[in-house]
T-cell receptor, first 117, second 116 residues
Framework: ETGVTQSPTHLIKTRGQQVTLRCSSQ?????VSWYQQALGQGPQFIFQ???????GRGNFPPRFSGLQFPNYSSELNVNALELDDSALYLC????????????????FGPGTRLTVL | AQSVAQPEDQVNVAEGNPLTVKCTYS??????LFWYVQYPNRGLQFLLK??????LVKGSYGFEAEFNKSQTSFHLKKPSALVSDSALYFC??????????????FGKGTKLSVKP
């Protein structure tokens, strides 16, 4: 069974640029959530994708957007990068059923370290 | 507001001694609680979760956690610490409100240091 994978591992961008991060969910998992973990902080929820549609969003501006593909993999796109976007971006997958009660465990990938200069 | 608090930034334990990492929560409705561990330059690894039932939950690598509803706590414990347990530990609660419903609210993390 393959776990959650993310690419790239590290990324350096300059302020104002755009970035795309990628995530492949664990086998059998149809839901992907993205989190931002700033240095010294706990992860903060960005958004979740289920059945290729955004299914919940945290307190992040619209320049954070995403996609989910038919194979359940996902992308996180960030436009107009700011210095404060520098963080570890974590993807998590879970085996949500149609009647999810929110009890499913989220399994995390290793993350992408984004540095904005 | 729904939240998780980890009151200790760092916990120091001698190898072989019991360890406790503290967590308290505030959430509307039934709390679904999780513990994750993060090693340097790695993602989060799931340790255990409480959904319902027995207040003592057993998880991976010998860890366990005790759910206490009256104290709104979910402390992580291990009877005998190993040097390899040294890492960053996160407590999380399932969000039950608004647009982020169903996802996780994390504490700030507690750094566990186990000395030989």
């Amino acid at each position: 069974e393959t776990g959650v994978t993310q690419s790239p591992t590290h990324l350096i961008k300059t302020r104002g640029q755009q970035v795309t991060l990628r995530c492949s969910s664990q086998s059998g998992h149809n839901t992907v959530s993205w989190y931002q973990q700033a240095l010294g902080q706990g992860p903060q929820f960005i958004f979740q994708y289920y059945r290729e549609e955004e299914n919940g969003r945290g307190n992040f501006p619209p320049r954070f957007s995403g996609l989910q593909f038919p194979n359940y993999s996902s992308e996180l796109n960030v436009n107009a990068l700011e210095l404060d976007d520098s963080a570890l971006y974590l993807c998590a997958s879970s085996p949500r059923t149609s009647g999810s009660s929110g009890t499913d465990t989220q399994y995390f990938g290793p993350g992408t370290r984004l540095t904005v200069l | 507001a729904q939240s998780v608090a980890q009151p200790e930034d760092q916990v120091n334990v001698a190898e072989g001694n019991p360890l406790t990492v503290k967590c308290t929560y505030s959430v509307s409705g039934n709390p679904y609680l999780f513990w994750y561990v993060q090693y340097p330059n790695r993602g989060l690894q799931f340790l255990l979760k409480y959904i319902t039932g027995d207040n003592l939950v057993k998880g991976s690598y010998g860890f366990e956690a005790e759910f206490n509803k009256s104290q709104t706590s979910f402390h992580l414990k291990k009877p005998s610490a190993l040097v390899s347990d040294s890492a960053l530990y996160f407590c999380a609660v399932r969000d039950t409100y608004g647009g982020s419903q169903g996802n996780l609210i994390f504490g700030k993390g507690t750094k566990l240091s186990v000395k030989p």
